[in-house]
């Protein structure tokens, strides 16, 4: 059985910094993409970032840019996300998710096949 398992969030003030983990298990998805996408309170799940399957391409959406970093670690089957300077718009469930097949980032969240369980950040202003 495949599982997504995030770690790391909480409850930060803005400014502050976090990192966010998602720990895979049941299969390797070395060569596979993977990516972070979030979802505020009233609002659909949007893009955070993506990575290729081998961490050397990444995408991120626009309201992060400069302050988001995602990595990976194939020996580990983990996926991170680094946040600095947080802001209050940055409040959200963070979810993780994996795609079966593709090797290259997508921004789609119907694109991918495996999803974490969530993990809520909360940025106090």
């Known amino acids: 059985q ?41 609002k659909g799940r ?3 970032a993506t990575i290729n399957w081998k961490g050397d391409n990444t995408y991120y ?5 400069g302050r988001f970093t995602i990595s990976r670690d ?6 991170y996300l680094q946040m600095n300077s947080l802001k209050s718009e940055d409040t959200a469930v963070y979810y993780c998710a994996a795609a079966r097949y593709l090797a290259s ?3 789609n969240s119907q694109d991918y ?5 969530g993990t809520q950040v ?3 202003s």
């Open 2 to 42: 495949v599982q997504l398992v995030e770690s790391g969030g909480g409850l930060v003030q803005a400014g502050g910094s976090l990192r966010l983990s998602c720990a895979a298990s049941g299969r390797s998805f070395s060569g596979s993409a993977m990516a972070w996408f979030r979802q505020a309170p009233g």
């Open 46 to 48: 949007d893009i955070v």
């Open 61 to 65: 959406g626009d309201s992060v840019k």
């Open 74 to 79: 194939n020996a580990k089957n983990t996926v």
């Open 105 to 107: 980032g997508r921004t």
């Open 113 to 117: 096949d495996y999803w974490g369980q």
């Open 122 to 124: 909360t940025v106090s």
